[in-house]
Every structure is written in structure tokens, then in C-alpha cells.
């Protein structure tokens, strides 16, 4: 079974500045994917980005980057330049890439996420 | 495009009292996820329809909580009777699914309470 780790279960940024959340995940399975997922409080759940395993390069989607660190089995998130509607709650979240249980989500605790005016 | 569509947003019941919730996914989308959201936790899958065909209900309840999708599109989560314990948020996701990967879509969830 795979396991996801968020650490922080609170974290706050002044806006502008630049904030990295931190997961880590255990598994045997070399394909997969990682995700982070941003819940606002309005409670849609968000996808943010995307990291294949097989990919060395970090992905990165506007202000939103990766480090993908694969045999420390660490992923974290970088958000540059915060702005005020990145405070959400924001999930680290584990899918197989083949086999059974392949379309299964496994999800983290959760970083809540503030930024400051 | 509409995304996907839960109804009742809240809901607030006492003990021993049924409840339903219901997902309507995004047009075409052939798989419907439910998950429960404790509080401060992240989302837990229920079970999974392909269709009209639950492919995977094994963290179902299936004491108190049962669901359909009749017709392979909108779908219908029961709990009966309700107990303390089963407050929470209940999301429902889709996604088209073929092979490789595809995205879930999730709705806003409904927030149950427990009384």
C-alpha cells in the first residue's frame, strides 16, 4: 500500500514571496504519478500539477514548480510569487501508473495554506 | 463546460436518520468516484463506478452505506441509518477514463453533520 506525508499541517507566506510545501510518499511501484491537489475553502478540489515518475524534469505550471527528488521519494511544491487567492489547503496526492488500483487516488493530510497581505 | 454537480451542499441530520447525496459527473465522463473527507484529512475513496458498474466498493460501508448509477451517469450515495461517525464531507469525482492517465474532476462536496 502506498503511504503520502505532508509534515507541515500549517504554513504561512507574505504575498509575493515564494513558499515550498514539503511530501513525501512511500512505495514499491517504479510507475506512477504524484500530484498536488488545492482545495480553496469554498471546497472544490483543484488540480494544481502533475509529476510522472518517469520524468527526470520537475514539472512546473505558471508560478507552481516541483522538486521531484524520486530515490528520496520527496515532492514538493514551490509557489512563487503568492498571491492571495493561494490560500487553501493544498494535498499531496499518489496514483499507480499501471495495474490494480492504477485510477486510485491516495492523498496526504494536507498543508492549509495562508497567504498574508 | 458544467464541471461536476453535488447536491445538497449541507446537511444536517440527527443520529439513526437516513441521508443521500447526489453527483451529477461531466458529460461523457464514463468513471464517478465518491470520497469521504474527515475533518483535517485528506479524501478517501469509497468506491468506483466504470459505467453503470461498481469496479471497486471495498472501503464501502456496506452496513449502512450503499450507491448507484443507474444509467451510468448521476449517482446516488446512501448512508442508513446515519451514525455520529459519518460526518464529514462527501466529494464526488469524475473522469473519462482510457488507458493512460486521466485527470478526476472533483465537485464542491456535501458537508454532513452528524447530530
Known amino acids: 500500500a502506498q503511504t503520502v506525508t505532508q509534515s507541515q499541517p500549517e504554513m504561512s507566506v507574505q504575498e509575493a514571496e515564494t513558499v515550498t510545501l514539503s511530501c513525501t510518499y512511500d512505495?514499491?511501484?517504479?510507475?506512477?504519478?504524484l500530484f498536488w491537489y488545492k482545495q480553496p475553502p469554498s471546497r472544490q478540489m483543484i488540480l494544481v500539477i502533475r509529476?510522472?515518475?518517469?520524468?527526470?524534469q520537475n514539472a512546473t505550471e505558471n508560478r507552481f514548480s516541483v522538486n521531484f527528488q524520486k530515490a528520496a521519494k520527496s515532492f514538493s511544491l514551490k509557489i512563487s510569487d503568492s498571491q492571495l487567492g493561494d490560500t487553501a489547503m493544498y494535498f499531496c496526492?499518489?496514483?499507480?501508473?499501471?495495474?490494480?488500483?492504477?485510477?486510485?487516488?491516495?492523498f496526504g493530510k494536507g498543508t492549509k495554506l495562508s497567504v498574508i497581505p | 463546460e458544467a464541471g461536476v454537480v453535488q447536491s445538497p451542499r449541507y446537511k444536517i441530520i440527527e443520529k439513526k436518520q437516513p441521508v443521500a447525496f447526489w453527483c451529477n459527473p461531466i458529460s461523457g465522463h464514463n468513471t464517478l468516484y465518491w470520497y469521504r473527507q474527515n475533518l483535517g484529512q485528506g479524501p478517501e475513496l469509497l468506491i468506483r463506478y466504470e459505467n453503470e458498474e461498481a469496479v471497486d466498493d471495498s472501503q464501502l460501508p456496506k452496513d449502512r452505506f450503499s450507491a448507484e448509477r443507474l444509467k451510468g451517469v448521476d449517482s446516488t450515495l446512501k448512508i442508513q441509518p446515519a451514525e455520529l461517525g459519518d460526518s464529514a464531507v462527501y466529494l464526488c469525482?469524475?473522469?473519462?477514463?482510457?488507458?493512460?492517465?486521466?485527470?478526476?474532476?472533483f465537485g464542491p462536496g456535501t458537508r454532513l453533520t452528524v447530530l
Open positions: 469525482a469524475s473522469t473519462l477514463r482510457t488507458s493512460g492517465y486521466n485527470e478526476q474532476f
Open positions: 512505495t514499491s511501484e517504479n510507475n506512477y504519478y
Open positions: 496526492a499518489f496514483m499507480k501508473g499501471t495495474g490494480a488500483g492504477s485510477y486510485q487516488l491516495t
Open positions: 509529476q510522472e515518475a518517469y520524468k527526470q
